[in-house]
């Protein structure tokens, strides 16, 4: 079994690279270059070079701030919903009663947005890049609004 896969895993890499096989060329046959090695003209790399940005910018440094804020708010209108004996749907309410984990887990929320801004960013994606703030702020400031709109859960009394 191990040796097919083995064998099948094997003609798979094969006929991938066979697609990259080409023949000679004959001497008389000058090489062509490829337009990835023509120089952009001169306007469109200055056009290029201002829709660049380093990550690290003014504009990423309020958005991955407003993400934080969002994601401690939310933090914080989480403890409360617990407090008023609401109950937490997405995390179980053993982690958000674990001060200490679930502070981890939104800290780490909030490492994972910037990781794929950077990751965006890192690839020219820079739209996406913004978007990834944008859309994770707004996210975890309704969740966090909402968890503060809901009323209090009042236990019933049995008489």
């Known amino acids: ?37 023509v120089p952009i003209a001169g306007k469109n790399r200055t056009m ?3 829709r660049e940005h380093r990550f690290w910018d003014k504009q ?8 934080g804020a969002a994601r ?12 008023r004996g609401d109950q937490e749907i997405l995390l179980t309410n ?20 910037i990781g794929v801004s950077y990751l965006f ?8 890049e913004r978007w990834t703030s944008i859309v994770h702020f707004g996210l975890a400031t309704t969740g966090a609004v909402r968890n503060y709109s809901l009323k209090t859960a009042h236990p019933r009394t049995t008489p």
């Open 121 to 128: 960013h890192r690839y020219g994606h820079h739209k996406l």
């Open 60 to 67: 990423n440094a309020w958005l991955f701030a407003g993400v």
């Open 1 to 37: 079994m191990l040796n097919s896969r083995m064998f099948l895993l094997l003609a798979l890499l094969a006929s991938m690279g066979a697609s990259k096989v080409c023949a000679q060329a004959t001497a008389s046959e000058a090489p062509t270059t490829s337009p990835a090695a």
């Open 48 to 50: 290029e070079l201002t």
């Open 94 to 113: 053993d982690v958000v009663d674990n001060h200490a984990a679930f502070a981890a887990i939104e800290a780490a929320g909030t490492g994972v947005s």
């Open 72 to 83: 401690t708010l939310d933090y914080f209108s989480t403890l409360n919903l617990r407090r």
